[in-house]
């Protein structure tokens, strides 16, 4: 949507500032970019309220929060601003973007009961046809299924507008209500088919097809900032703001450039996905596909639900010194996997098992296993876990060329690098040198919107090579590893059934 006035007040200045908010699932970030350079930055934790299986945030206090980290960055000239932000939540408000009720985010597993209902009918599989995604208690669908039959119910069926969050924040700063493909995708309510959102899945989840905001290019401008949000924030009105992604345009700011390309996330959570510019569905639903920034590219891939987080309870319940279990980054690791197995399923797991009822372990065992050879097990198992995800994917990939861009926390560090290129047989690389991927993704988006310029150029020529890791000779053990793992997760899932 074109912004009056804005070609030749871009041309005129040689240098771009961006402001970009990312929301994440505990730290909310305000950055200034120039030139995709980071030239100041805030952030702030995010309360969270967890209780059982409940995992609630205030979105309210997100744009508290937002604001105070704005104006503590006093910007000053901002020539666009780009917002990316957690996705798997929504958020009812009133017809002026104001919040009705904390909401669940991706964390929150109390609808399990209704992924049952859904499950049994109308299926998993015919969810999976129509968005793309696969059915689990993380997503929006059962959640708002469960919501709306609850004793808020009201509060949900009645709610104006259900945003996802970056849209909610978005909301904020223009007043106008909006998404885009990559966020819609991910409620699990959007017809990746017909490109609209879906009638059959919007009665499953017990709301009205009008409380859900128009689909827009994520590459296009939702609007400009109000003189209400400028006067919160210490900002000029009329700033033009960009419509965005969720924070699966991580992909984009980790360095995938081109079909064929891998992406693979080493956080609290794990995650591969393969970049193409095929419509392709996995037929046996082991991974997810969803839009990708550009329209005729997309997404193949899926997440699991546990890979530092695993790493993080090891490291309490083994009470390991830093040598053997680093808080940062991953301990040296042998030339070829050990001879334990660790299945990281401590709050089940996702792709490509989907499976709530899977637990984790230790298997094989034995008098002179110690407690690093327990941790080292650990990590191999999560490195194990998200090669299962690459060997759902291998027949939609190019068998050579594309490489496996890391990001993330683990990704950041070369330790454990080797183990993964000799797994997927693919070079490992890491671009950027900065960790937030996320919110520099938010900052390319942004200026190519602004300027008409193709992201995944721009992004080639900010993001530096830091380091790539080849395959070496010891891919063959690393694939028996793996053998091993593959055959210990599915004898667990088929016990879980």
Known sequence: RPVEGLEIHLARRLIMTVLTLDLGTSVLKAALWTDGKPVAERSAIIPLH?????AEQDPNTWWQLAGDLIRDLAPGQVDGIGVTAQMHAIVPTDAEGRALTPVPIVM???AQAEVDELTAAPGWRTIHEISGGRLDVTCVLPKLRHLTRSAEGETWRKATWLLPPKDFLRFQLTGIAASDPIDAAGTLLWNINTKTWDDTLIELAGIRSEQLPPVQPTLSVAGKLTDQAAQALGLSAGIPIVTGGGDDIETLGAGVLAPGDFFE??????SLYLATDQFILDPIGEVE??????????????????????????????????NDAPKNGLPKLADT???LIFLPFLAGERGPWWNAALTGS????????????????????VFFSLHSLQASMQTHAPTTNGMVHTSGPLGLDISGAQARADLYGRDVRRRG???????????IITEATLTNTDPYAL??????????????????AWNEGAQRYHQAASAAHQASQ
């Open 433 to 443: 040198t900065l960790p937030q991927s996320t919110a520099f993704a938010a900052a």
């Open 337 to 339: 996997p050990g001879d």
């Open 265 to 270: 996330h080493c956080g609290t959570t794990g």
């Open 362 to 381: 230790w298997i094989g065992m034995r008098p002179e296993h110690t407690a690093a050879d327990l941790y080292r097990a650990a990590v191999e198992g």
């Open 108 to 110: 929150d597993r109390r």
């Open 50 to 54: 967890t209780e059982g299986t409940i």
């Open 289 to 322: 596909t969803y839009p990708d920034i550009v329209p005729g590219r997309w997404i193949m891939g899926a997440s699991t639900t546990t890979a530092g987080a695993a790493l993080a309870w090891a490291r309490r319940v083994l009470a390991l010194e830093e």
């Open 459 to 476: 992004a080639d020529q900010r993001l530096e090579i830091v380091w790539t890791c080849s395959p070496g000779p010891n891919q063959s």
